[in-house]
């Protein structure tokens, strides 16, 4: 199919709304829940304490790959709608990942832990670049591979959430150029499998990623994060 300009700058832009209001939020964790050494505060909710709930996290998270159905909800309050977007995700360390998004757009965010390429099949446009340029070095893209990360890069403390079977942890990034106001974790208190991530930015903006289907050492081959460009793709460096 033969593209306009202004199709492909309205996928850029599409593209880049999605990673700002949500992947680059999820990455900084989700690349970080197989890591974790943080500066914590103390903190109870109920008979968990925060270094037991950390800790089950991290041990729960250890596995070499891990993956998960999810489905992400962004409020614009001002046009009094919420973007929704689902798909499925994939990890594996070190640094692996692959997030498809299935609706409303079909997307993959793909990285075999150096390169990060970003596929819309619908109008055959690839956005290359970096991951650790694009993410921070050592950074989002590093936290849902890597939870230990959560302990150095936030400030956290344990919250109560409205089930009886979760627990949540509140997370203040510890450096203020990161575009995160806040991030809070919805966690199951007895698999400590991370369920909802619901981030706020500087903006004020929300989104809520909640997970489903978790399921861990299932074997991932290498080629689930690798990515060969398609012939006649568009081609579009990410900066």
């Known amino acids: ?13 599409r593209v880049k709304y999605i990673i ?14 197989t890591l974790i050494t943080a500066r914590v505060s103390a903190g109870e909710s109920g008979s ?11 041990q729960r998270y250890q596995a070499p790959s891990y993956r998960a159905s999810f489905h992400q909800a ?10 929704r977007a689902q798909g499925k995700a994939f990890f594996k360390r070190p640094g692996k990942f692959r997030w498809s998004y299935e609706s ?7 990285s075999d832990g150096e390169t990060l390429w970003i596929h819309s099949p619908a109008d055959n446009t690839v956005w290359i670049g970096r991951a650790d340029d694009f993410f921070g070095k050592g950074g989002s893209a590093a936290v849902l591979t890597d ?20 627990v949540g942890l509140h997370l203040i990034p510890n450096d203020p150029s990161a575009g995160i106001a806040v991030i809070d974790l919805i966690i199951h208190r007895s698999t ?46 990410l900066d």
């Open 104 to 110: 409303p757009d079909v997307l993959d965010y793909i």
């Open 147 to 166: 939870i230990r990360q959560i302990r150095s890069r936030f400030s956290v403390t344990l919250s109560e959430t409205d089930d009886p079977l979760t």
């Open 48 to 58: 968990l304490t925060l270094e037991s709930v950390l800790g089950g996290l991290e």
């Open 192 to 237: 400590f499998d991370l369920l909802t991530i619901v981030s706020v930015n500087v903006n004020g903006e929300e989104t809520r990623i909640t997970f489903s289907d978790l399921t861990f050492d299932v074997p991932t081959d290498d080629g689930l994060f690798s990515f060969t460009v398609p012939e006649k793709a568009v081609i579009i460096p």
């Open 1 to 13: 199919m033969d593209l306009g300009r202004n199709n492909i700058e309205s996928k850029d832009t």
């Open 74 to 83: 962004s409020p614009l309050p001002d046009i009094q709608i919420t973007e």
């Open 20 to 33: 700002r209001t949500g992947l680059r939020t999820t990455w900084l964790l989700v690349m970080g829940l």
